[in-house]
């Protein structure tokens, strides 16, 4: 078993993920990412993570696939012995926009099965092994971080099965701290707003106006760093007395005001 806490990410091949792995890796953390990515094309990405010089895996899987889930952690288990964290970042947006009147059964499909039911599966097997090694490793301290999104509480109608999706992630959350409670495994939730990725790059200007005239309290994109730093926080044990518990990274987005 190694001596470092192991962290695991998923979708942690580019974006949001890759940020929150070379932050975990930052302060000693092994790491395991998962994501569909081949691994020569995010070979850069993944420099940022090796680069601290803690143990490292990365899979090539696919979340929704129940053999995938199981071959990346039992990998995990042969080769670092331990899951310490597990953040579940992975997830899609639909291929194309469509309004919730012309939504097709195959996007919400796509969109549920990855945000949704990867999510709450791969949930289930690690919470599973988390519990496990409660009783073999002394003094380890589990926790499990869901990053959603403010869509979980915004209208989106142009992608309803990512805003759907994502209120399925937190309801993830609630169901699993419920549940992890009685273990001392604490669940969390990371909510990010307007971040600056791959993902969101191709709509720049219209947020560069929207953020201008004042949709955000804190007039500035957001950056996969500020993510990072927020499960940082939920990854500490400054936080053993809370669980369920939301971090809006939005700018001050979710924050009603006339």
Same mark, same amino acid.
């Given at each position: 078993?190694?001596?470092?806490?192991?962290?695991?990410?998923?979708?942690?091949?580019?974006?949001?993920?890759?940020?929150?792995?070379?932050?975990?890796?930052?302060?000693?953390?092994?790491?395991?990412?998962?994501?569909?990515?081949?691994?020569?094309?995010?070979?850069?990405?993944?420099?940022?993570?090796?680069?601290?010089?803690?143990?490292?895996?990365?899979?090539?899987?696919?979340?929704?696939?129940?053999?995938?889930?199981?071959?990346?952690?039992?990998?995990?288990?042969?080769?670092?012995?331990?899951?310490?964290?597990? =953040?579940?970042? &992975?997830?899609?947006?639909?291929?194309?926009?469509?309004?919730?009147?012309? /939504?097709?059964?195959?996007?919400?499909?796509?969109?549920?099965?990855?945000?949704?039911?990867?999510? +709450? +599966? +791969? /949930?289930?097997? =690690?919470?599973?092994?988390? #519990?496990?090694?409660?009783?073999?490793?002394?003094? #380890?301290?589990?926790?499990?971080?869901?990053? !959603?999104?403010?869509?979980?509480?915004?209208?989106?109608? !142009?992608?309803?099965?990512?805003?759907?999706?994502?209120?399925? =992630?937190?309801?993830?959350?609630?169901? +699993?701290?419920?549940?992890?409670?009685?273990?001392?495994?604490?669940?969390?939730?990371?909510?990010?707003?307007?971040?600056?990725?791959?993902?969101?790059?191709?709509?720049?200007?219209?947020?560069?106006?929207?953020?201008?005239?004042?949709?955000?309290?804190?007039?500035?994109?957001?950056?996969?760093?500020?993510? &990072?730093?927020?499960?940082?926080?939920?990854?500490?044990?400054?936080?053993?007395? !809370?669980?369920?518990?939301?971090?809006? =990274?939005?700018?001050?987005?979710?924050?009603?005001?006339?």
């Amino acid at each position: 078993m190694v001596d470092n806490k192991v962290a695991i990410v998923t979708g942690a091949g580019r974006g949001i993920g890759n940020a929150i792995a070379a932050q975990l890796a930052s302060e000693g953390y092994a790491t395991a990412i998962l994501d569909v990515l081949d691994e020569e094309e995010i070979a850069e990405n993944l420099e940022g993570i090796k680069k601290y010089g803690n143990p490292f895996i990365y899979f090539k899987g696919d979340i929704t696939k129940g053999t995938d889930r199981k071959n990346f952690t039992d990998k995990i288990m042969d080769e670092f012995g331990r899951i310490d964290v597990l =953040v579940n970042n &992975a997830g899609v947006a639909p291929k194309v926009r469509m309004d919730i009147l012309e /939504t097709t059964e195959e996007s919400l499909d796509f969109v549920l099965g990855v945000n949704v039911k990867g999510t +709450f +599966f +791969f /949930t289930q097997l =690690v919470a599973n092994l988390m #519990i496990e090694e409660l009783d073999r490793i002394p003094n #380890i301290r589990p926790k499990i971080i869901n990053i !959603s999104s403010m869509s979980a509480y915004t209208s989106s109608p !142009s992608r309803g099965e990512y805003c759907i999706s994502k209120a399925g =992630v937190s309801m993830i959350t609630l169901l +699993f701290a419920d549940r992890l409670a009685e273990y001392g495994i604490n669940v969390y939730e990371v909510r990010p707003g307007i971040i600056y990725t791959d993902m969101t790059k191709v709509v720049k200007d219209k947020y560069d106006k929207l953020i201008n005239e004042g949709l955000l309290p804190i007039k500035r994109w957001g950056y996969p760093e500020d993510i &990072a730093n927020a499960v940082s926080l939920f990854c500490s044990d400054k936080l053993e007395y !809370s669980t369920g518990e939301v971090i809006n =990274v939005d700018g001050g987005f979710h924050i009603r005001r006339l």
